[in-house]
């Protein structure tokens, strides 16, 4: 490591230490003796990186015994690992396997099972998956085989996770890789005792091997090559072997993650961070400075306006209150700015969920950060927020049916049915559509049926009665009433200007929000396509909470010259110039997709843009409440500050 970065990775090692090194209660570390078996289990094969052109070209995953792969099977047939919800979401499916690995005991040579054959069909499928780079993932004992690479910007090495099933060579033409040297590293625990804390995988192609009995077998040379054959009818031979060596490491049991969670250059974070915190700073300054001096200065005079007889207004002060309305037009609309807004119902119900999500995601990333969401528990990160956004339904009905009584709305009925309801629904809708694309490719990717109705029964039975029992809570207290009367006659409102304007105020204040976690969402997305394991919680912590500050304080500003401007809308608008930001979140997602993907079918550009709008709209949905709730507060806090008469 270069040492003008060491003071940067420590820091970043500080942020991500306790995500890296801290271990769930119970999480027990496997103790072997010598001799005993190991499992290996395999996972599904995922698309990775091309070397070629540095891009992503599929998003679909295939189960590890899928027929054309023609792997070898255990003598009873695959069984199924118990996974996490989690887990089953994001795409894992672990089976055992026929590999036969015993602690300490070296094999250089070994073969899987008897020489499989690969028909024309079978080749152009494999030789395919090939050309788009996919990746073999197992596992033993919960740590992912990986390859070794070193970080040419600091010459760190570290693991990768997954290995390549083939290659493409000089005469490009797809090469499979059909034997497996597999590095176990093991940590000595005591006298006998031996924990796995290390993976390595290195695969090469060999045509000439063979199959002796007994499970042995002869290796060929790894520079004949093995190329199957998809352009005639004639099938392929292929003998699948492998060779277990064990080698003994200084790691400790503790901290066997640490060569999988690797930061690329940790002074990206760290620039982008110091770059949002000072746009935050000054905004949050400007904002500051302008709403006090203009908000002090308005009041004093419209209180001492106030206190003049009517007798003086009918003089020479009346030119003063002139003046003040000329001055700022925020107090002229007080009879309006009160008013119910337009579709209370679905306002409120957004306001609900968007409370929900809020307090969801902030626990979550609070988990993360205190280190309790392990990488070495698989799908936890999925798990942890299904189950808070379950048992926080009731934040939402509280929040929703507390607001709708604010708006004086009258469908309570409606509400209280909607809010546990119309965004789950949406959501659950799109990702089941979504899941039939996958579903009709074959994919292992595709959620279970099974695993669905799994969610809409932790859906109906536990996140709909909290709900339930939020909204009739919210509903027996009492609405927040305004500081001042609402007019029963509704005021004109005057042309605005062009900034603020609806399509314009939301562009100009939308793409602030999206600043301030742009580069934190570019490693999110990375991780979350290319599959690699995303950690950097103190980062994300840090970012959310200046997203929170940038949303309150660009809507609060927007809405306060809004109301000069004799413009009492503000509810709706609130919420939609603070949402504003998810549009930018998903052209951030079409601009990655040109630039990083490089999808050869209509169905992988469909399931891009789906799960990217899905995203989006969640984030439209946070986004909007934090502004409206900063705007409800500012609004609050000024008009009951002013004498009404």
């Not at 809507?555 to 004799?566: A, G, K, R, W």
Request: net charge neutral.
């Amino acid at each position: 490591m270069h040492t003008s970065s060491l003071p940067l990775s420590c820091a970043a090692l500080l942020l991500s230490s306790t995500a890296s090194a801290f271990y769930l209660p119970g999480v027990a570390p496997t103790t072997y003796k010598n001799g005993d078996k190991v499992e290996l289990n395999v996972n599904h094969l995922t698309p990775a990186l091309s070397d070629k052109d540095s891009q992503l070209h599929s998003v679909f995953s295939f189960d590890y015994y899928h027929p054309a792969f023609h792997f070898c099977r255990p003598p009873q047939g695959p069984r199924d690992v118990s996974e996490s919800l989690g887990s089953i979401l994001f795409g894992d499916r672990i089976l055992t396997s026929p590999f036969e690995l015993k602690m300490g005991m070296n094999e250089s040579c070994k073969a899987l099972c008897e020489e499989q054959k690969f028909d024309q069909q079978s080749a152009k499928f494999v030789n395919r998956r090939i050309w788009q780079n996919y990746n073999l993932n197992w596992l033993v004992d919960g740590l992912p085989a990986g390859q070794p690479y070193v970080d040419p910007s600091t010459n760190t090495e570290f693991t990768l996770r997954g290995f390549p099933l083939g290659m493409v060579n000089q005469n490009q033409k797809a090469v499979l890789n059909n034997h497996f040297d597999i590095v176990i590293n093991y940590h000595t625990a005591g006298s006998d005792k031996y924990r796995v804390v290390g993976v390595l995988v290195i695969p090469s192609s060999r045509k000439d091997n063979k199959r002796l009995g007994d499970g042995k077998a002869e290796c060929g040379d790894e520079h004949n090559m093995l190329i199957l054959d998809e352009e005639s009818e004639k099938e392929t031979p292929v003998t699948w072997t492998y060779g277990i060596y064990w080698v003994e490491s200084k790691t400790a049991w503790a901290t066997r993650w640490d060569s999988y969670l690797h930061v690329f250059d940790p002074r990206i974070h760290w620039f982008s961070l110091i770059n949002s915190a000072v746009i935050v700073v000054f905004l949050c300054g400007m904002v500051g400075a302008i709403l006090m001096r203009a908000l002090k200065k308005d009041i004093a005079r419209y209180n001492r306006l106030d206190s003049f007889n009517l007798d003086d207004l009918s003089g020479t002060n009346g030119d003063a209150e002139d003046g003040i309305q000329e001055d700022s037009g925020w107090k002229l609309v007080h009879g309006d700015v009160f008013r119910t807004p337009k579709n209370p119902l679905l306002l409120s119900i957004f306001l609900g969920n968007g409370s929900q999500l809020f307090v969801m995601v902030g626990t979550t990333i609070t988990f993360a950060l205190l280190g309790f969401l392990s990488p070495s528990n698989r799908g936890s990160l999925g798990t942890v927020m299904i189950l808070l956004y379950t048992v926080f339904g009731f934040i939402g009905g509280y929040v929703s049916s507390r607001v709708y009584k604010s708006f004086g709305g009258e469908k309570w009925k409606q509400n209280i049915a909607l809010t546990p309801v119309l965004i789950p629904g949406i959501v659950f809708a799109t990702f089941f559509m979504l899941n039939l694309f996958l579903w009709g490719k074959g994919s292992s990717g595709a959620v279970p049926f099974t695993t669905m109705l799994v969610i809409l029964g932790i859906w109906f039975v536990i996140s709909v009665p909290l709900s339930f029992a939020g909204s009739w809570a919210g509903f027996r207290h009492s609405p927040v009433k305004p500081p001042v009367r609402v007019n029963q006659i509704p005021r004109q409102i005057p042309p605005s200007s062009t900034y603020l304007r609806p399509l314009p105020s939301m562009l100009l204040v939308g793409i602030l929000p999206f600043g301030a976690i742009f580069v934190e969402l570019y490693f999110i997305m990375n991780n979350m396509w290319f599959g690699k394991v995303y950690y950097m919680f103190g980062f994300l912590f840090l970012c959310y909470f200046i997203m929170i500050l940038t949303c309150a304080a660009v809507t609060v500003l927007l809405v306060y010259f809004l109301l000069c401007s004799e413009n009492y809308h503000w509810q709706w608008r609130a919420f939609a110039t603070a949402g504003a930001s998810a549009g930018y979140v998903f052209a951030n997602a079409m601009v990655y997709w040109v630039s990083k993907l490089s999808f050869g079918s209509f169905t992988s550009g469909v399931l891009y843009v789906g799960y990217s709008a899905l995203i989006s709209f969640l984030f439209f949905i946070l986004t909007g409440t934090i502004g409206f709730f900063a705007s409800w507060l500012f609004v609050h806090r000024i008009y009951g500050s002013i004498k009404i008469d």
